[in-house]
């Protein structure tokens, strides 16, 4: 008889010692088929959720080394503004798709008027004598990476020209809602003011404002894509309900615009201060400020991108990512992963010990049989796969029933974990980061929302080879004995 088939009936044979080996594999199997589900799942969470946060990285001054500073040192430091040449040495960089960089200004007008989403059918006051407010948002990148990346998409017009670009053109894309609210259209122009209100600070008195019209022509109309849906109990708690004011009064304009209407306000301020006036003369650089943002081919290139630029970086800056964020909010997720780490460790730790304990014991009461057939000639090879064979079968049977009941435990296990995370921590708000001009609307319910423990290809993969490996490994060790046997000592 071969020794594959004397295997098959040790197992029939010896029904007690197969059931209790059985047990005790499918015991230690739900423990390993419940850590392996969960890191699988912890695993996928962060996959997706960096994907959606999108591959998004900008360069701004590392605030928190600064406050680490000595008094001394933070007064004598002086930043380095990130000039146009670094930026787009940065962006020709291998890792970044594309990129843009920002200057910001803000204009006056007291006859356009602000959109605010908790409006009625009272328009907003405005002060008579400041006006309404707005942001100018001046791009270098023409297609306006906003739109790329879906925080805005643009529903009426077109987007900028190079030239336009280039040359500073008075055009500007605004948000579908401030044209409604002031009944404006692709084609027609409206008047913004650079009112410069100064302060005689020998006289102390205030100044008469400084002003100038800027005619700009309407080419565009956007709308916000990444909106939350309102809920009753949002508005009751007063909680931010997705519309972006700030945003929709935002207006894209060339990055040469605004720069020209900035030194306008400085050159204003130096009339005034002649002390200001020749700081501006000697270095006017360090006074244009350039909001960079590049956007990666994907978010996995963050930390080699991060590695190769930051040697470029001015001292005391850094690169901050979206995909850094998941951090700041994936506490109950993360504390997953790590247990289950710590328990499939365990689970693989016992399981060798333990297998290879109920081995060794059912092969020493079978001393007699193992010696008689090495007595007869059978080679001991032969003899350890008998054994291999007894232990791997029902190995398989045992981890086979502990894959469902493992992976159902995970799921079990994962829902009362975040459920004491989420009672320990209280309520949760929106997490928003607006670091660096990279925006994140994410909350805990998103991450946990996105974690599913579930029988895919993967963890099927994963468990069956785990599993299967530690027990050839606990049924290995003890083979040895067998190895060691003398069957004149065993028969005699």
């Excluded at 059918?121 to 879906?150: M, Q, R």
């Excluded at 209407?261 to 201060?273: G, I, P, Q, R, T």
């Excluded at 007699?368 to 049977?397: C, D, N």
């Excluded at 993969?461 to 060691?484: D, K, N, Q």
């Amino acid at each position: 008889m071969n020794f594959i088939k004397r295997g098959l009936l040790g197992i029939t044979r010896k029904k007690g010692k197969s059931l209790i080996l059985l047990a005790v594999i499918f015991i230690l199997g739900n423990i390993m088929s419940g850590a392996i589900s969960i890191q699988q799942a912890t695993g996928n969470v962060e996959e997706t959720i960096k994907t959606r946060l999108g591959a998004a990285a900008t360069v701004e001054i590392d605030y928190e080394a600064f406050e680490n500073l000595g008094e001394s040192e933070q007064m004598n430091f002086e930043f380095e503004n990130l000039g146009v040449d670094l930026i787009k040495q940065i962006g020709e960089t291998s890792y970044v798709k594309y990129y843009d960089y920002n200057v910001e200004g803000y204009l006056e007008s007291k006859t356009v008027k602000n959109y605010y989403d908790w409006e009625t059918d009272e328009d907003v006051l405005v002060d008579e004598d400041y006006g309404a407010h707005f942001t100018l948002k001046g791009i270098n990148y023409a297609p306006v990476l906003d739109f790329e990346e879906e925080k805005g998409k643009l529903t009426d017009g077109r987007v900028f020209t190079q030239d336009e670009i280039d040359n500073g053109t008075p055009v500007t894309i605004i948000s579908k809602k401030l044209a409604e609210k002031n009944n404006l259209h692709v084609g027609d122009t409206f008047v913004l003011e650079n009112v410069i209100h100064n302060y005689d600070y020998e006289n102390d008195k205030e100044l008469d404002p400084i002003t100038r019209d800027v005619v700009l022509e309407v080419i565009g109309l956007f709308e916000q894509q990444k909106v939350k849906e309102d809920t009753d109990e949002d508005e009751q708690n007063g909680m931010w309900t997705g519309i972006d004011d700030d945003y929709l009064n935002t207006m894209y304009v060339p990055n040469e615009l605004v720069l020209a209407e900035n030194k306008f306000e400085l050159e204003s301020y130096a009339e005034s201060d002649p002390e200001f006036a020749a700081m501006l003369e000697e270095n006017p650089e360090e006074f244009e400020y350039y909001q960079p943002m590049y956007i990666l081919n994907n978010p996995e290139d963050v930390e080699a991108f991060e590695q190769e630029i930051t040697p470029l970086l001015p001292e005391l800056y850094k690169v901050s990512s979206a995909t850094e964020q998941y951090d700041s909010i994936a506490g109950p997720i993360q504390s997953m992963s790590k247990l289950a780490k710590y328990v499939l460790i365990v689970a693989v730790v016992a399981t060798v010990f333990i297998t290879g304990l109920v081995v060794l014991l059912f092969l020493r009461d079978r001393k007699r049989e193992l010696g008689i057939y090495l007595s007869l000639g059978e080679k001991r090879g032969r003899v350890v796969g008998q054994i291999l064979i007894e232990v791997m079968v029902v190995a398989f049977i045992g981890i086979s029933l502990s894959l469902f009941s493992g992976n159902l435990l995970a799921g079990q296990v994962s829902d009362t974990l975040m459920k004491a995370d989420d009672n320990n921590s209280g309520y949760q708000d929106d997490f928003m980061y607006y670091g660096g001009g990279i925006q994140i609307d994410l909350t805990e319910d998103d991450v946990v929302g996105a974690y599913e423990v579930g029988l895919t290809s993967s963890y099927v993969i994963v468990f069956y080879g785990v599993g299967l490996l530690t027990i050839l490994i606990s049924t290995v060790i003890p083979l040895v004995y067998i190895v060691r046997l003398n069957p004149k000592k065993i028969l005699m």
